[in-house]
Each structure stands twice: as structure tokens, then as C-alpha cells.
Nanobody, 116 residues
Framework: QVQLVESGGGLVQPGGSLRLSCVPS????????REWYRQTPGTERELVAS??????KYADSVKGRFTISRDNAKDTLYLQMNSLKPEDTAVYYC???????????WGQGTQVTVSP
């Protein structure tokens, strides 16, 4: 079973930046969506950013601060997070959706903590 592996989380001060990365452990065919979610304890997972082809969309709460991108040569998805706020603190997950298999692939999550 192919899994996604996230990295790049950590502790950062308000106003700081982090870049998250997401790499599949194997080959995933027919990816239609590449997405970043986040979740805090006791809440549902929230869609932060998504990419379909070259089209990116963002949650209003991160628009103008976060950028989703991918490097096809490295088969890596990124989430550049700037001007971080304490309310951005969460576990961040990447998800790929394959249209041919209908499978959603998730990573294990990476913790982002924004605190003075």
C-alpha cells in the first residue's frame, strides 16, 4: 500500500515561515487532486489548499499566506506557509486522490506549532 510521507513541520514563532513536503512511498496513478489538510484536537480535518492540474485553491483563512506547489521531477508536493499565526497550529496532512482507483492516499501528518 502506497503511503504519503510528510515532513517539514516544527515550532515557529508568529510571523515565521515553514515549508511542508509530501512524497509518495511508491507510484500512484491518475492523481486528480493533491491537497493539504490540517486538524486540531476535537475538530474535523480542514481543507487548507488543493491543486488539480495547475489550478490551486485555498481556504480563506490561509489565502495570501500559504502557497501549494509541486515539483514533478521530485514527485513532491509542497506547502509554503508564511506569516504564520498561532491559529495555524495543527497537524498537517497531505492527501492524493486517484480517479481511476477511487483511492484517497493520506500521510501520517506533521505537527506545526506557532507560538512565541
Amino acid at each position: 500500500q502506497v503511503q504519503l510521507v510528510e515532513s517539514g513541520g516544527g515550532l515557529v514563532q508568529p510571523g515565521g515561515s515553514l515549508r511542508l513536503s509530501c512524497v509518495p512511498s511508491g507510484v500512484i496513478f491518475d492523481i486528480v487532486y493533491r491537497e493539504w489538510y490540517r486538524q486540531t484536537p476535537g475538530t474535523e480535518r480542514e481543507l487548507v489548499a488543493s491543486m488539480a492540474g495547475d489550478t490551486a485553491k485555498y481556504a480563506d483563512s490561509v489565502k495570501g499566506r500559504f502557497t501549494i506547489s509541486r515539483d514533478n521531477a521530485k514527485d513532491t508536493l509542497y506547502l509554503q506557509m508564511n506569516s504564520l499565526k498561532p491559529e495555524d497550529t495543527a497537524v498537517y496532512y497531505c492527501r492524493y486522490h486517484s480517479w481511476s482507483s477511487g483511492t484517497n492516499y493520506w500521510g501520517q501528518g506533521t505537527q506545526v506549532t506557532v507560538s512565541p
